[in-house]
Nanobody, 124 residues
Framework: QVQLVESGGGLVQAGGSLRLSCAAS????????MGWFRQVPGKEREFVAA????????DSADSVKGRFTISRDNAKNTVYLQMNNLKPEDTAVYYC?????????????????WGQGTQVTVSS
């Protein structure tokens, strides 16, 4: 089992920045990649960004490229999402995820473990 605990959400004005953190504990040696997904009411959970634990390669959704950066600290088993130039359409609950080995990082169906979610609200 892997436990994921997120922090860092909140309310920010458009154009502002937030940094989300996700600390993993438990059987972390099995982690292949970690990522962030987001969800608004009435819509499916959508991919935001992911990073592979070994080589550090990343993937990100087109909607956040150039604004969001995912990074990791292997020693702390923590992944970060730096969100800059936030827009009202970024408002959502953001979920940290630990992904199944050697799977596509962009699909929610490949997530083995989810965090509890953290609300990000961007006002216009």
């Amino acid at each position: 089992q892997v436990q994921l605990v997120e922090s860092g959400g909140g309310l920010v004005q458009a154009g502002g920045s937030l940094r989300l953190s996700c600390a993993a504990s438990g059987r972390t040696f099995n982690i292949y990649a970690m990522g962030w997904f987001r969800q608004v009411p009435g819509k499916e959970r959508e991919f935001v960004a992911a990073i592979r634990w070994g080589g550090g390669s990343t993937d990100s959704a087109d909607s956040v490229k150039g604004r969001f950066t995912i990074s990791r600290d292997n020693a702390k088993n923590t992944v970060y999402l730096q969100m800059n130039n936030l827009k009202p359409e970024d408002t959502a609950v953001y979920y940290c995820a630990a992904l199944r080995p050697f799977s596509s990082t962009t699909k929610a169906s490949n997530v083995d473990y989810w965090g509890q979610g953290t609300q990000v609200t961007v006002s216009s």
